[in-house]
Nanobody
């Protein structure tokens, strides 16, 4: 089983940057793809970005395309989410997730079987 621990959240102002980290431990080989999702108060969980461990292939939600960058460090079993030009609407709990399935429809939360506890990101205007 894979364990995921997120870190790096915090309170920032609009236009600022943050970098989230997701450290994976345990049976990390069982997760071929890592994703980031977020959930704002009163809303459902929303896909943000995903990356494939082996190839580094990435995909993004339209709402963060061009502002957020996902990356991974295979040696450290860690995935990062660099968030630039943050907006108040980016305020949410950000979750890291692992998927054992092949690439495709990575925005579907049902493809992920392991989730972290989440880290709060708050962007003030």
């Amino acid at each position: 089983q894979v364990q995921l621990v997120e870190s790096g959240g915090g309170l920032v102002q609009a236009g600022d940057s943050l970098r989230l980290s997701c450290a994976a431990s345990g049976r990390t080989f069982s997760s071929s793809t890592m994703g980031w999702f977020r959930q704002a108060p009163g809303k459902g969980r929303e896909f943000v970005s995903a990356i494939r461990w082996s190839s580094g292939m990435t995909t993004y939600a339209d709402s963060v395309q061009g502002r957020f960058t996902i990356s991974r460090d295979n040696a450290k079993n860690t995935v990062y989410l660099q968030m630039n030009s943050l907006k108040p609407e980016d305020t949410a709990i950000y979750y890291c997730a692992g998927s054992p399935y092949g690439w495709g429809r990575m925005s579907d939360s049902q493809k992920y079987d392991t989730w972290g506890q989440g880290t709060q990101v708050t962007v003030s205007s």
